[in-house]
């Protein structure tokens, strides 16, 4: 069992950086690959970065990929998302996630955090 936990996020301006964290409980951390969802209100909910078990590999949605950074602590079980130069349809709530590898079901969700960009 994995229990996720994110945090970080909140009320920014456009071109402004955030950095969400992830805390996750139990042991097993380091043998998932984790990852960044997020949902914008009407929207569904889709991917935004995944990171590998080890770290040294990761995948970004083309949406965000050059401002958007993915990174993982396994000594401190916990994941990064480090957004910059935000954009208004940045605005959404960002899940964090873990999975098995090469698999794309999602064992376990946090609960999401809200960020908003305003103009």
């Known amino acids: 069992q994995v229990q996720l936990v994110e945090s970080g996020g909140g009320l920014v301006q456009a071109g402004d950086s955030l950095r969400l964290s992830c805390a996750a409980s139990?042991?097993?951390?380091?043998?998932?690959?984790m990852a960044w969802f997020r949902q914008a209100p009407g929207k569904e909910r889709e991917i935004v970065a995944r990171?590998?078990?080890?770290?040294?590999?990761?995948y970004y949605a083309a949406s965000v990929k050059g401002r958007f950074t993915i990174s993982r602590d396994n000594a401190k079980n916990t994941v990064y998302l480090q957004m910059n130069s935000l954009k208004l349809e940045d605005t959404a709530v960002y899940y964090c996630?873990?999975?098995?590898?090469?698999?794309?079901?999602?064992?376990?969700w946090g609960q999401g955090t809200q960020v908003t960009v305003s103009s």
């Open positions: 996630a873990a999975l098995r590898a090469y698999r794309t079901v999602v064992d376990y």
């Open positions: 139990g042991r097993t951390f380091s043998r998932y690959d």
């Open positions: 990171i590998n078990d080890s770290g040294d590999s990761t």
